[in-house]
């Protein structure tokens, strides 16, 4: 009844059409991120009722969908979706669902609404990013200044002649990290090299820390929304100390300053991720969720 296609390069145009015309809160739901995690996620789409409905198959699990986008018929294309996904299995889940949706579409008769705490995205004000105001961003205001001090470095956009220094970055950091022993890691490392060798199809904006002419550090993201950029991905040597915070505070600088707000994302359940992104005090989470239908 529904015919699924694989994503690829080509689908940008109508992805971005979609999210235009209904822009999203939650960080999944970026053309970028579909494309560069579909090593591990697999996603597939399709048109119903108006809507952009997506569907991840990642290896080993039951498929999931995301909820629909667009300016159609919400709750008829979410329908069609728990259907689809009962060919599948017969506890269809739809995840990554933002608050606003679930309180504008959807029937509480129909599925079981769970909170997913590992999966809300932290969202910070820009402008304290940048700034790092206050004492209680006092310690990482010390990290950038001693970082500035200790070192002579070039902050740079990202530009094609930076892509090989860019990976080999990557690949020193999964060698450090062992990402081989980890399959967490390898999906991460298969998402960056793809993101990175894509960078002009994709069109997201990314900034470098250069020591010595040698890439250091490295973040890229872009628009989530009028009032929200979005970090896809954060890099740095873990040699040296202070790196993060200078990339953090560098990109936020160059490229978001006319931005409200910055979405970094989630922490997965990792602790020590949660206590990193909790320490620069986030503005507001955004909630997600998970619809689990039933027969």
């Not at 205001?141 to 530009?159: D, M, P, Q, T």
């Not at 081989?180 to 900034?207: C, P």
Request: with cysteine; net charge negative.
């Amino acid at each position: 009844m529904w015919s699924l296609k694989s994503l690829t390069i080509e689908d940008k145009m109508i992805f971005d059409q979609f999210l235009h015309i209904d822009p999203p809160e939650a960080s999944e739901y970026t053309f970028t991120n579909l494309f560069m995690w579909r090593g591990k996620y697999h996603p597939s789409w399709t048109i119903i009722d108006d809507c952009l409905v997506i569907v991840m198959h990642p290896d080993g699990e039951a498929p999931f969908g995301l909820f629909p986008v667009g300016s159609g018929d919400k709750r008829s294309a979410l329908k069609s979706l728990k259907k689809m996904l009962l060919d599948y299995s017969d506890r269809p889940l739809i995840s990554r669902v933002e608050k606003r949706m679930i309180e504008s579409f959807v029937d509480n008769s129909e599925f079981v609404i769970r909170f997913d705490r590992n999966n809300c995205d932290y969202v910070y004000v820009s402008d304290h990013l940048i700034r790092l105001p206050g004492n209680r961003y006092h310690k990482k205001k010390n990290h950038l200044n001693r970082f500035k001090k200790k070192w002579s470095f070039e902050y740079v956009g990202f530009h094609e002649d930076l892509i090989k220094k860019l990976l080999q970055l990557q690949e020193d950091w999964c060698e450090y990290r062992e990402c081989n022993g980890s399959v967490d890691l390898n999906f991460e490392d298969s998402a960056v090299v793809e993101a990175l060798k894509n960078y002009q199809s994709l069109g997201f904006l990314g900034g470098a820390i250069l020591l010595d002419g040698k890439v250091e550090a490295f973040s890229f993201g872009e628009m989530l929304n009028p009032e929200t950029a979005v970090i896809h991905i954060e890099k740095a040597n873990p040699r040296i100390p202070e790196l993060y915070t200078a990339i953090n505070q560098m990109f936020a600088m160059n490229n978001w300053s006319e931005v409200k707000f910055i979405n970094r994302e989630q922490d997965l359940g990792l602790e020590g991720l949660r206590k990193a992104k909790e320490s620069y005090y986030p503005d507001h989470l955004v909630e997600k969720y998970v619809l689990e239908g039933s027969t």
